[in-house]
């Protein structure tokens, strides 16, 4: 059986650089997993005493923390600069981007829509930021929702771009002004046509991720469209040998939050089962 | 055979409202045709003494010059405002509102993308206020143009919205920020609407209304794609007696510039032609 990488897959930008960040500030904590995927959590806690807590209530005072690469709400950041602590912000800036844009185009009075999940953290932060935010998966979901003449629309960073389309298609159909930002970031889209690709060749796809992490699944979508035998994976030990039985071409890809060290376990597990 | 009406038809709000401008501005000149319907136009001159001047050199001095409804290019209303003539505005609101907001955008350091027709007078009229507009007519003509990360667009009244939104779901896939102003005109819609089911019944379809109207032109076009008989006229004298043979429903509609006594006019002649 013959493995193929795609061409694009991975950690982004905002991941490498957050886990730099952490490296850098040893003996602090994260408020929330740094990124979605618990085995490098796991390596940052060993290595640099890196630790993970949850609730702000946890955070003991002069501790360094350490904000996550999907940023938090405006109100929690807040509470953690009232307390006596170091914040160090770890934030992707694609993601303090609609932050920022959602922010000031509530000042200046435009309705604010935003295509995210409600329940992505990434999203509870972009939408503390702006004034009564309407969050929508689905043009279906945004029918009927009070909107003013003048909107202004963000897209969730991990969001496919066929969809953030139709949402501002309805938006244009119906308001007056609508204020597109485009902060879908290229890193998905590369991960994903790159899986989309492989995905085409392959008889098998080791998908490689966090099975909470957004694009992770999304790139398992987009692999089981055109290879059925598609499975996510989040290390080498869920690996199954029937999987690759009678299989020729093996694709692998991973998220933007699977450090390399996973991905390279992964594959040498791969090349022991065939044997 | 039995003729039916579009729902909707005939004069938009714009042109009523330039019309009685005109009308209570007796022995004026309007610069350019006040709107694109000669017929009415020579009504208004026969009536009103309201006559058409196409240069400004021709208008004289201490005359009264109305602006025609599509607006007239900012450079020649400053001329006009050089002469000791006095300018009544019949712009439509609804033109004058696309010349300001690329006014606005084009201060605001936007690129200003128009999608409408260059050759028409309003693009003329709204591209004047702009700063080094793109002017295109398909997502092909806007490939390789040169535009900054800020992008505000507008499009002429009178086009159809599922093109306009091409030019915008190109523009987002490109561009960081793209401000859409939606200024394509519900009268064109309606009117639109109407005519595209009344085609669906009738097996013939008579669109009244000018040959250089672009909304007259449009509606042939959608007519013509469920009725393969539609025809344009411009007046009664233009309807031909076979046209009508053995045909059971004749639909009729007009485009927004055409005058209530044109259609009657058309609607008498059809029933003569039936005896």
Redesign the interface.
Known sequence: MEIRLAKSYGFCFGVKRAIKIAEESPNSVTFGPLIHNKNEIDRLKEKYNVELVEEIDEIQENSRVVIRTHGIPKEKLALLKEKNVEVIDATCPFVTKPQEIVSKMSEEGYSIVIFGDINHPEIKGVMSYATDPIVVLSVEELEGKPLKEKVATVAQTTRK?EE??KI??YL??H????????TICNATFENQDAARELSREADIMIIIGGKNSSNTKQLFKICKENCPDSYLVENAKELEKEWFEGKKVCGITAGASTPNWIIEEVIENIKKIQV
Not at 175 to 182: A, P, S
């Open positions: 771009f953030y389309q501002v298609n244009m159909e308001k007056k002004e609508v204020r597109v930002f485009n």
